[in-house]
DNA sequence: GTCTATATTGTGATAGAC
DNA sequence: GTCTATCACAATATAGAC
């Protein structure tokens, strides 16, 4: 009901303007951090003036913020969904790997900023990851994500029992699909300064990753 | 030459405060990250005045060099020299993970730090490690580091050979390793809020992997 | 070496015109 | 909705006494 005569001079349609900010914001602030970004420098990357950041956002707590929610809700959900699924957990390997790598191929230095956001600031997990995971207000999120790791627990439990795998915990499992799927984008300005890997390096060895890995942690888990 | 009269009140003898501030600023540093800690906090929290901090290490840059130096030279020189040692692949498995993980226990947030600075610092990346690798001033780190990963690499090939495991890189194999072993620190505030893992249950975390990790990478790579 | 006081610049945020 | 101008304070850094 706001916005009208979008046609007169200086006025945008829609979220528009909004939109740029928000993607500026992402950039310097994945680029250098919530406390290392500059609202100036992000005005200039959305090509607007820093008030404006603020008719917005009100604040660069709540500019971060939005920031620091879509990343993570790019990424938890899908994970989330993957490991909940019905799949059988020789497919729920298959397509976390190749979900996780294929997404963030295309942004690769979201896990590296949300690792950092989540080690500084981690007060900010439970109100993001609350909402991602459906938890109510003041609710423990470790008790809304039970269930899935229970249902995880017997999917593994079966396996063992059949002869198909080794016992193993479903925490430990998700931990080490996950830091074989996460660490390596993480660690990619390492990577890069000890390997050696430029882009295309790097984009070749997540592409021999993402082949080897369902290998890889299928046979870890061999009896 | 410099500090004599050491007795004489106000001073303190040998490098005792500069090693209380350069540990404040650890503290610091590894809670709130290069941009976000403060000076004043750093001072507070050395029990000196913000002027000493300067004094003795001339500016905050000067000062987070100088502890991401440290925190640097403590993790990288045991992984690469355990990587670069004599041992069998399987030996090299064992020491990296025990040494690894005993070691990182007592420093937890040591590791997300690191990754956090390389992340939004790349460039201290060259400086320090050039000095860690012994990479000449000016080199190329890959260059320096290379002989290590030749020499993986033909103990990874022989081992295949002979049928006791798959064929795998030396780059592939030892990010599989220190993914298995860094990520779950990195991600250490991302566990405790969603897998509730508080300090202890966190340890025992640790405990429970240090014991399953190296059977879990040898068997991943079983031919 | 250590302190207090202060200079100086950086930076988030707001007022108000258009 | 968007801009310019400016405020208010935070934060690094230095001067100089002790």
Redesign the interface.
Known sequence: MIKKNAAKVGQQRDGETEQRILEAARTVFV??????ARMQEIAEEAGVNQALLHYYFRSKEGLSQAVFRDAAGKMFPAILRTLGSDLSVDEKIDALVETYLDNVSRTP?LP??I??E???H?ER??QV?GNI?GTPEGG???ET?RPL?DKLDRQLAEEARAGRM?K?NS??FV??L???C???F???????????LDDDAFAR?IK??RK?LPQ??R????P
Do not use: D, K, W
Not at 31 to 36: A, I, V
Not at 186 to 196: D, F, H, I
């Open positions: 680029r250098s951090g919530t406390s290392g230095y590296g900023y690792l950092s989540l080690h500084y981690p997990i439970t990851l995971t423990h999120i470790p994500v790791f080794r193993i925490q430990q931990v080490n996950l830091s074989l996460v660490f390596p993480a660690a990619r300005p390492m990577l890069r300064a000890v390997l050696g060895f021999e990753r080897e890889y942690i046979n870890a888990m061999r």
